[in-house]
């Protein structure tokens, strides 16, 4: 029987409370799920009441918030089963990645995990997963073997390339639309350790280092720069104290001394505040963003853009209380996957955005996206789409449109009545 919760419990605020913290659920009952018969259970509740379903793991990545009806927590589904022979992973709907890292390591192995180790795996795969060695392995996504889900109908599937293929393919972007996961298998990749790290530069002009240090670097290269107004607070590091710095992130798939002789090139353009890029084991893979731990209410935006000329990285010059990073794309992800999947803009060369503090949308988002809209794809990333920037309106542009079309007529299919509504939204017909 599963366990419920509802607003009159204790568990309730700390149940339905993630790591985003600018709007969280309300839902009128809670399904804290051990297993696949909860799922099931909770989706049949809410269908036979005509309430609408939301699904968490850890809260990383919330859209709508739901106001009512079933919130399902996944966050107690979190094993992982690493078949080393075959060099893949079963893993749970609330399995984060410091799991998966952790199990598949002792085998030579690794995930294509992102930033950061806390966010969970299965939803950013189905997101499509801009990870760490995302230019030489592609999409988080484009790796998935098998998804076992529950759809509207509370019936309990198993959607490969060849059993359910629809499904297989709307699941790999469209996300919770679809249904509630409640487990997959993904490849994994032979890495034991990377040449990675990051490096911090006062200022904001080292940027430009990067954006042109990237133009000639090869796919085994992931990195990306972000522009950080340190507080001036005891947590912060000496060096970074009350600065705005430049912190490029490296991710060298590749000897050391290769990653060391391209990453010179960076340090050629001058001192350093801190400088810790190193081989390490996959596992330490986390110090790479260094990316908060703590829940945080924010709001992020971003623009895929076709090229990163000069005028583009000056227009985040004047955003100086505002988080900026830019990630290189292009490479594995611009190429089309083996099992084709719902994952659009692959044209995307890189992904721009902002993160301000605090649940308020600032002004700073929408004058970015205007100043880079000359360079713009057009697109969106679903895994950044975040609270009040994950309209329907930007979920549509994370598709090419004749997927999204096709997506619309699976939805249809799927869950014409719209039980999974409270995710990335894509309507019914
Ligand atoms: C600090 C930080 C770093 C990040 N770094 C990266 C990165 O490097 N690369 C990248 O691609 N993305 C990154 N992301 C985005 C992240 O991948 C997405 O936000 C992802 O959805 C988070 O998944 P979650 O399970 O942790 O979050 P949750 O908020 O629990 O889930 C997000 C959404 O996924 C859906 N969902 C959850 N579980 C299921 C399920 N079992 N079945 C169906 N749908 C489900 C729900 O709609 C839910 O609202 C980052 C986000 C943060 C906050």
Do not use: C
Not at 64 to 77: K, N
Not at 84 to 96: I, L, N, Q, R, S
Not at 364 to 377: D, I, K, V
Not at 391 to 413: G, I, Q, W
């Amino acid at each position: 029987m599963a366990h419920t919760i509802t607003a009159d419990s204790d568990q309730y605020d700390s149940e339905r409370t993630g790591f985003q913290l600018s709007a969280s659920h309300r839902p009128d009952v809670i399904f804290a799920a051990e297993n696949a018969a909860d799922i099931r259970a909770a989706v049949a509740h809410a269908a036979a009441r005509n309430l609408r379903v939301a699904v968490q793991a850890t809260g990383h990545g919330l859209a709508t918030a739901a106001d009512s009806g079933v919130l399902i927590t996944t966050g107690r589904m979190n094993g992982v089963r690493v078949d080393p022979a075959a060099a893949t992973a079963w893993v749970e709907p609330g399995t984060p990645w410091s799991k998966v890292i952790e199990a598949a390591a002792p085998h030579g192995l690794a995930p294509l995990s992102g930033a950061a180790p806390a966010v969970g795996a299965l939803s950013y795969t189905l997101g499509g997963g801009i990870g760490l060695m995302a230019r030489k392995h592609g999409y988080a996504a484009d790796q998935v073997r098998a998804i076992e889900v529950v759809t509207a109908d509370a019936e309990l599937v198993l959607a490969t390339p060849d059993k359910e293929p629809d499904l297989f393919w709307a699941l790999l972007g469209g996300r919770g639309n679809f249904g509630v996961a409640t487990g997959m298998e993904i490849a994994l990749v032979p890495v034991k350790t990377l040449y990675g790290g990051a490096m911090f530069f006062d200022g904001f002009d080292a940027v430009h280092a990067w954006r042109e240090w990237v133009a000639a670097v090869p796919e085994e290269m992931t990195s990306s720069v972000a522009v950080i107004p340190f507080p001036d607070a005891p947590f912060v590091p000496e060096p970074l104290r009350g600065r705005r710095a430049t912190h490029i992130r490296i991710a060298y798939l590749g000897p050391a001394e290769e990653g060391k002789h391209l990453t010179d090139q960076l340090r050629a353009y001058g001192p350093r505040l801190m400088d810790k890029v190193d081989e390490i084991p996959y596992t330490q893979s986390g110090v790479i963003h260094n990316d908060p731990t703590d829940p945080v209410a924010s709001q992020s935006s971003h623009s895929l853009l076709r090229e990163l000329p000069p005028q583009a990285v000056e227009a985040a010059r004047s955003l100086t209380t505002n988080i900026l990073e830019i990630r290189q794309l292009g490479g594995a992800l611009s190429r089309p996957p083996m099992t084709p999947n719902a994952i659009g803009n692959r044209d995307a060369a890189y992904i721009y955005g902002i993160v301000s503090r605090g649940p308020e949308v600032t002004p700073e988002h929408a004058q970015l996206e205007g100043a880079l809209r000359p360079w713009s794809t057009g697109g969106k990333a679903l895994n950044f789409l975040f609270a009040a920037h994950a309209t329907e309106e930007n979920v549509k542009k994370a598709f090419d449109p004749s997927t999204y079309d096709r997506l619309r007529d699976l939805k249809t299919t799927y869950d014409p009545t719209d039980l999974f509504h409270h995710t990335h939204h894509i309507p019914p017909r």
